[in-house]
């Protein structure tokens, strides 16, 4: 497929646990750490707005099925949007900032029990998130039925 400047474009990876979304949060004293979720599937609405962003999808698309070298990452793009993703497994990468065992065990339970307002009512927000996919990328023209 060709990709073409300001079409939108479904995308997916070819491959299953190929998504990757990364969170950064952060809170008191400077103290920082990323909430990663691999996700089993996850589909994107993208419209590359310049040549550099149609570049990048381009190169995505045209990738082999195995070449899971190959990286896209949302921040690339000025038009990235999560459409749905399907069944994760998520870790907290402790390694930005230093954490004691005792706040990495109260941080891990009080998202293991509560997601995401648990770690508001310890103090953590989140600054900036984004997504990863590998390998190739599968891209279908996307035409809105609202419009």
């Known amino acids: 497929m060709k990709i073409e400047i300001d079409k939108q474009y479904m ?12 969170e950064l949060l952060f ?5 920082k750490f990323i909430l ?3 996700w089993k599937g996850g589909t994107f609405l993208v419209t590359p707005k310049d040549e550099d962003e149609r570049e990048v999808l381009q190169i995505a698309v045209d990738a082999e099925d195995d070449d899971r070298d ?9 038009e ?3 459409y749905e993703t399907t069944d994760g ?3 907290i990468d402790f390694n930005l900032t230093e954490f004691s065992d005792e706040e990495q065990e109260k941080i891990q339970e009080a998202y293991d029990e509560d997601w995401f307002s648990g770690l508001e009512e310890l103090g953590y927000s989140p600054e900036d998130g984004w997504f990863t996919l590998w390998g190739k990328v599968v891209a279908e023209e996307y035409e809105n039925s609202d419009s």
């Open 11 to 22: 995308i997916y990876p070819y491959n299953k646990w190929s998504v990757c979304e990364e």
């Open 27 to 31: 809170g008191s004293e400077d103290k």
């Open 36 to 38: 990663r979720t691999e």
């Open 70 to 78: 190959n990286e896209l990452t949302s921040s690339y793009f000025d």
């Open 80 to 82: 990235f949007e999560l």
């Open 89 to 91: 497994n998520n870790e």
